[in-house]
Nanobody
Framework: QVQLVESGGGLVQAGGSLRLSCAAS????????MGWFRQAPGKEREFVAG????????LYVDSVKGRFTISRDNAKNMVYLQMNSLKPEDTAVYYC?????????????????WGQGTQVTVSS
């Protein structure tokens, strides 16, 4: 079993920054890909960013490229999402997800465990 706990969400003005953190426990974190997803009100949950087991392959949804950076620390079982130049359309609940495989994927079905989510609200 895997437990994921996100933190770092909050309210920020447009143009501001937030750093989300996700602490993982329970299984071998360093061998799997990790992802960040988000769900805005009235919308489907969507892939935001993913990182492979070693941290040398990163994927981003087009809308966050150049603004968000995903990273991981396998020694600490942590994954991060640095969010800069935030926009009101980034407002959503952000979820950390534990991958089934070592390489990164965008499909939600390839992530087996999910955190409880952390709210990010960007005001205009």
């Amino acid at each position: 079993q895997v437990q994921l706990v996100e933190s770092g969400g909050g309210l920020v003005q447009a143009g501001g920054s937030l750093r989300l953190s996700c602490a993982a426990s329970g299984r071998t974190f360093s061998s799997v890909a990790m992802g960040w997803f988000r769900q805005a009100p009235g919308k489907e949950r969507e892939f935001v960013a993913g990182i492979n087991w070693s941290g040398d392959r990163l994927l981003y949804v087009d809308s966050v490229k150049g603004r968000f950076t995903i990273s991981r620390d396998n020694a600490k079982n942590m994954v991060y999402l640095q969010m800069n130049s935030l926009k009101p359309e980034d407002t959503a609940v952000y979820y950390c997800a534990f991958g089934r495989f070592s390489e990164v994927n965008v499909a939600q079905s390839l992530y087996d465990y999910w955190g409880q989510g952390t709210q990010v609200t960007v005001s205009s």
